[in-house]
């Protein structure tokens, strides 16, 4: 069994144990995975680049341990999307479990951002926000602002 670190799309950090590379795929809910690597080379953060609408919001826990256990600044940080499991890789490259200790230094730099890179990232959250929110207005048609008056309509 391997143990991993379960950011969920609702901001809680699970502790999970997997059987095999494929049970991540089943933690994030999608076939097609992709994978980031810390600075230090010892975490690795599993993600989807699927746009479903179940994986567009913000991981918000996954981005700020992204952004602490890497050189990212707050301003060019990707923003982590949907569901991400967080495991260590072996010298193979698969995955091998964590120990408590890396599990629990992971959860601890939840939080440690300063203030200067807590306000750049909600700008960036609410920007993110605003603009998925635009673009889902533009898809779905507002049938109540029609162009041509009813009675008009009526008349044909």
């Known amino acids: ?18 059987a095999h590379i494929d049970d991540i795929a089943d933690l994030i809910r999608e076939s097609d995975v992709a994978t980031l690597t810390s600075a230090d080379g010892r975490t690795d953060f599993w993600t989807t680049p699927s746009t479903r609408p179940c994986h567009r919001r913000i991981n918000r826990k996954a981005t700020e341990i992204f952004l602490a256990t890497t ?10 999307r949907g569901i991400v499991v967080l495991t260590a890789h072996g010298p193979t490259g698969a995955p091998i479990t964590m120990t408590d200790a890396h599990l629990t230094g992971l959860a601890d730099t939840v939080g440690t951002t300063s203030w200067r890179d807590d306000l750049i990232l909600a700008v960036r959250y609410a920007r993110d926000e605003r603009r998925q929110r635009r673009a889902e207005q533009a898809v779905q048609p507002d049938f109540f602002q029609r162009k041509t008056p009813f009675r008009r309509l009526l008349r044909r």
Do not use: D, E, W
């Not at 069994?1 to 969920?8: F, G, N, P, T």
């Not at 050189?71 to 982590?80: C, D, I, K, S």
């Open 71 to 80: 050189g990212f600044t707050a301003r060019n940080v990707p923003l982590l």
């Open 1 to 18: 069994m391997i143990q991993v670190l379960h950011a969920s799309h609702n901001g809680v950090l699970y502790k999970r144990h997997i």
